[in-house]
């Protein structure tokens, strides 16, 4: 009796793994199927990033190193671009966000979707418009400029995705810390700010991809090499005699600005998901 109880313990065990197979098998399979086939196009680009005439070769990082002013000088145009572009995001948003969640004022609503009627403007529209008020004002070829241009075109994200993620805190946390003496602004900083993280966490995120990444803008709005962005300069690196494109070189350059794109939304991944969860789809 002794040693027949261990012995169907086992069998029951191995019949009920039998079992899960064909669940596992239809619960992965798709997820590593869509995996494949996302992750493809990033590993054919790093694949014909280092491919020549005659096979591999790191010719083409070579080429984009030394082009223009420097791969360097690209890639600190394009992080001051987008650094700029995720502070003024964050501190607009954030402001903005806590007002319209928290204070009651007149237009508060209208105000608001006067905000959201941004991405009813086609972008490419505006553009001309945009670079005759920025030569007005002197920011005309200018990254300082350019960072205001992004800043307006993501407000209406950020401060939807904001407002909500203020709305979901409970007001009973800010009346507590209201009651012991504390400001609003004080509040804002030292009790919300933490709570809302992961909005934060999203909003510069996609501040950060979509100035790092647009090209159109940069090249309408600068006209100085020297100030060019990682994308605008790649294209140029790519140009050749008689208009023809060096393939190598485009895909080197494709993968020099998709790395730290990859690298924020691996380490940011858990507040990206969060955020989205937990505000910006509230209301």
Request: aromatic share 14%.
């Amino acid at each position: 009796m002794t040693t027949q109880t261990p012995v169907r313990a086992r069998t029951a065990q191995t019949a009920k793994s039998r079992r899960r197979r064909p669940w596992r098998i239809q619960y992965y399979s798709p997820r590593l199927a869509l995996a494949v086939i996302f992750l493809f196009p990033l590993i054919w680009s790093g694949w014909a990033s280092v491919q020549g005439p005659d096979g591999f070769s790191p010719a083409n990082y070579r080429s984009i190193l030394g082009f223009g002013e420097g791969l360097t000088t690209y890639v600190g145009n394009s992080l001051a671009l987008s650094g700029m572009t995720v502070v003024g995001t964050l501190v607009v948003a954030t402001l903005g966000g806590y007002a319209f969640a928290r204070f009651s004022f007149p237009g508060k609503n209208l105000l608001f979707l006067a905000a959201l009627a941004i991405l009813m403007v086609p972008y490419a529209t505006i553009l001309i418009p945009l670079y005759v008020l920025l030569d007005y004002v002197g920011l005309q070829n200018s990254l300082l400029g350019l960072s205001l241009v992004f800043v307006m075109f993501q407000l209406p994200f950020a401060l939807y995705m904001m407002r909500n993620s203020f709305e979901a805190i409970p007001r009973e946390i800010e009346e507590s810390a209201l009651v012991d003496g504390a400001g609003s602004f004080r509040v804002l900083l030292s009790v919300l700010l933490p709570a809302v993280r992961p909005g934060l966490v999203t909003v510069g995120l996609f501040a950060f991809l979509a100035s790092w990444n647009d090209f159109f803008a940069p090249l309408i709005l600068l006209s100085d090499g020297a100030s060019f962005p990682l994308p605008v300069a790649v294209v140029s690196m790519t140009q050749r005699t008689f208009g023809a494109i060096d393939y190598g070189v485009l895909q080197a350059g494709v993968m020099v600005m998709a790395v730290p794109c990859l690298v924020l939304f691996l380490v940011l991944q858990r507040y990206y998901v969060r955020g989205f969860m937990s505000g910006a789809l509230r209301g």
